[in-house]
């Protein structure tokens, strides 16, 4: 075997410490080494989408017009937009993602970043991967450490499957632990089934001679071990999961997120895979060269959302989506001034995309403010991106508090997108979650009935808008009670048509598609 593809193979193979998801669909049974604080059936699916995303032409301020101001060629025109609030609207190339949206299944956090952003690739990637500060030089990633103190003697105590797989990428500094890898390196289940198979040679019994060099080979072998039994329940559980109609697009995001479908659908009990797009660093040619051609910045969010609306159809259909998160990550975002390239340089804070259908869905954090940006152009940060890991660790995977500030080496306070806390030793006990659900009747005349769930007592403020994102209507109906609520739509005065109804609480916006038919 040539050196690169055994370390592709078996390098990265530590476990994932968490010995979290159960069978979804039947499959591979968890190991039963030790009951941890990730217990639970969840599963994180992080995005990268690597070069630092522009997250202005993401999210647009369409209604701002200092964003056309700093962006007069490369601005996404108005009457192409696709707005989800008044002043909010995806790029056209996000259309798929739209109905996940409307169904609350779509979180955007705005303005997220760390204090002091720096603009190096390299740097500010090491620093979300490791969750660290910009003036912090730390050598293990967040999700080492998070593992770690759930399975400190890994990998003598590893488990029977692979705790995290990470595709297309030589960055292991997310997963790094203060001894190991915690990351199963992976292009496709079965090619690296071939190549383990084919290659291992089982040499344990000869005794590595007691030198570091004889260390650096115990740990070799461990490695190649593992990922000769890991290879093994991977190649099984692809093969076990159920065919589906759904076709995935030809292209490398494309087919990260089918093979994580097929290993999710078999059964693999594996909580967290990291996938990567690559391109993302737009300082030429963002738009496209004239109004016939499509820019690369429009090409990636197509791959992503095209390939990204596919998998969460297929979890939905195999009934498992409600265990199943997707973040999207990058390390920066661009400035707020297009360049004279037609694109934009390296910038600071960028939103942050979650799906999932257990999740509260809509905004989180102010637009944009394109009348404070600093000298360079770059926007000003809201959110801390320890905030959204800290979230998953505490309220998707239910870690204690202790260990997520051990990880951090300080506190930060979590953002409401997910108002579940996992229990990990009763799973009746299940906080009740801001929930908006579907109007009835939808069509209607003369009115509909608008139901939402409060987990608290709550200010609520409910708007309804046409699909140009101007507001219709608002109705503010001050301080609910918890539990149930009901707001009676009526559409006397409205014309028939499509229409967004939006209900915001303390706890976020939920929003959803009625139709008006007269």
Not at 132 to 147: H, K, P, V
Not at 477 to 489: C, K, T, V
């Amino acid at each position: 075997m040539k050196r690169r593809d055994f370390l592709k193979s078996s390098f990265v193979i530590s476990a994932l410490g968490a010995a979290l998801p159960k069978t979804l669909i039947g499959g591979p049974k968890r190991s039963s080494l030790k009951t941890t604080s990730l217990d639970s059936d969840k599963i994180i699916v992080l995005v990268k989408l690597n070069g630092g995303n522009d997250g202005l032409n993401t999210i647009i301020s369409h209604q701002d017009p200092l964003y056309y101001q700093l962006r007069p060629t490369i601005g996404i025109p108005n009457n192409q937009s696709i707005p989800i609030t008044d002043s909010l609207a995806l790029h056209p190339a996000l259309e798929p993602l739209l109905p996940f949206y409307q169904n609350s299944q779509m979180s955007i956090i705005q303005n997220v970043g760390y204090p002091n952003g720096d603009l190096s690739h390299f740097r500010s990637s090491d620093i979300w991967d490791t969750g660290s500060s910009e003036d912090e030089e730390l050598f293990t990633g967040w999700i080492g450490r998070f593992l770690e103190a759930e399975y400190p003697g890994f990998p003598e105590n590893s488990p029977e499957f692979p705790l995290a797989i990470q595709f297309n990428s030589a960055n292991l500094l997310e997963f790094k632990s203060s001894n190991s890898n915690m990351a199963l390196y992976l292009y496709d289940p079965d090619t690296m089934y071939s190549i383990i198979t084919g290659n291992y040679i089982n040499d344990q019994e000869n005794e590595a001679p007691d030198t570091y060099g004889g260390d650096e080979l115990n740990f070799l072998r461990e490695m190649d071990l593992l990922s000769f039994e890991y290879s093994q329940i991977i190649n099984e559980t692809a093969e076990n999961a159920p065919n589906t109609v759904l076709q995935y697009p030809n292209t490398s995001l494309g087919q990260q997120f089918e093979i994580t479908a097929r290993l999710i659908a078999g059964g693999l009990p594996t909580p967290i895979y990291r996938l990567y797009q690559n391109g993302y660093d737009t300082h030429i040619d963002q738009v496209g060269s004239s109004p016939s051609t499509t820019g690369r910045h429009s090409t990636l969010l197509s791959e992503l959302s095209d390939s990204l609306s596919i998998f969460l159809s297929e979890m939905d259909a195999l009934g498992v989506l409600d265990k199943v998160l997707v973040v999207t990550t990058s390390e920066f975002g661009r400035r707020a001034f297009e360049n004279a390239s037609l694109g934009t340089d390296h910038g600071t804070s960028a939103p942050t995309l979650i799906f999932g259908s257990d999740i509260n869905g809509g905004i989180f954090g102010e637009n944009p403010n394109y009348n404070q940006i600093d000298v360079n152009g770059n926007m000003e940060m809201e959110f801390d991106y320890r905030q959204i890991y800290s979230t998953l660790m505490t309220r998707w995977f239910g870690t204690s508090e202790s260990i997520t500030s051990s990880v951090f080496g300080g506190n930060f306070s979590p953002i409401p997108f997910l108002n579940q806390t996992v229990a990990i030793h009763d799973e009746s006990h299940i906080l009740k979650k801001f929930k908006l659900h579907p109007a009835y009747p939808n069509p209607f005349n003369p009115s509909t009935t608008i139901s939402f769930n409060l987990p608290s007592n709550s200010i609520v403020k409910i708007r309804l808008f046409d699909l140009n994102g101007k507001q219709i209507q608002e109705f503010n109906l001050g301080q609910l009670n918890s539990g149930s609520n009901e707001f009676i739509l009526r559409g006397n005065s409205l014309p028939s048509g499509p229409y967004l109804v939006q209900v915001k609480s303390d706890f976020g916006i939920r929003s959803q598609k009625v139709m008006l038919i007269k």
